[in-house]
């Protein structure tokens, strides 16, 4: 079955930079890539997703890129805030479900 | 609209007690699914419903874990005998028609297992 690998469980970055979280999938046929954030003490929201007829979607100083190919999408968030810090999960479609990555935790450095 | 809700947010049960978990979708969607986050696991996929139809139930443990939706505004997550290793967050999401789409989930119910 599909497999979802999100390669970083934490990652640090100044306030102002840029963050990059990756993700890694295994199954072709998947056409859907959705990202969800969770906060401290919170539920999970969504935040952007992608499909598959295009390669790059931005919303505000988001920007997800997928490489089908290489079947790996990423998250860039830009200029990051002290509101980016959250857990942020990936997860790809297989039939009507969505197969999870494991969370990267963003911190957010003053 | 206030969200999907799940009631309790906490519940704390003793080992060999009975938890039942609540979800009220939000109004108008068809698709509602269980999950079960741990740190160790991270989310699980427990079950799914679409149009108040059990369509995949492959996450749960079968002999102590059942769930239901009786009606299109709420959906009950049963679990018998609780064990210490049911101790998890119990979120519930529901979304327009359960396809690749954007799921709501609600704020969980933490339960904790003695």
């Known amino acids: 079955g599909e497999k979802v690998e999100q390669h970083e469980s934490t990652l640090s970055v100044r306030e102002g930079d840029s963050a990059v979280i990756n993700c890694t999938y295994t199954d072709t046929a998947s056409s859907y890539f959705p990202w969800y954030k969770q906060e401290a003490g919170k539920s999970l929201h969504f935040v952007i997703d992608i499909r598959s007829n295009v390669d790059r979607k931005q919303s505000q100083r988001l920007i997800v890129l997928l490489d089908k190919k290489a079947k790996r999408f990423s998250l860039h968030i830009t200029a990051t805030q002290p509101e980016d810090s959250a857990i942020y999960f990936c997860?790809?479609?297989?039939?009507?479900?969505?197969?999870w990555g494991s969370g990267t935790k963003l911190i957010i450095k003053p | 609209n206030a969200g999907v809700i799940q009631t309790p947010r906490h519940k704390v049960t003793g080992k060999g007690q009975e938890a039942t978990l609540w979800c009220e979708p939000i109004s108008g969607h068809s698709a509602v699914f269980w999950y079960r986050q741990t740190i160790v696991q991270g989310l699980e996929f427990l079950t799914y419903f679409r149009n108040q139809a059990p369509i995949d139930d492959s996450g749960m443990p079968k002999e102590r874990f059942s769930a239901q939706m009786p009606n299109q505004s709420h959906s009950t997550l049963k679990i018998q005998s609780t064990q210490p290793q049911d101790s998890a967050v119990y979120l519930c999401?529901?979304?327009?028609?359960?396809?690749?789409?954007?799921?709501?989930f609600g704020s969980g119910t933490r339960l904790t297992v003695l």
């Open positions: 999401a529901s979304s327009h028609w359960g396809g690749a789409e954007t799921l709501y």
């Open positions: 997860a790809a479609d297989s039939n009507y479900q969505l197969i």
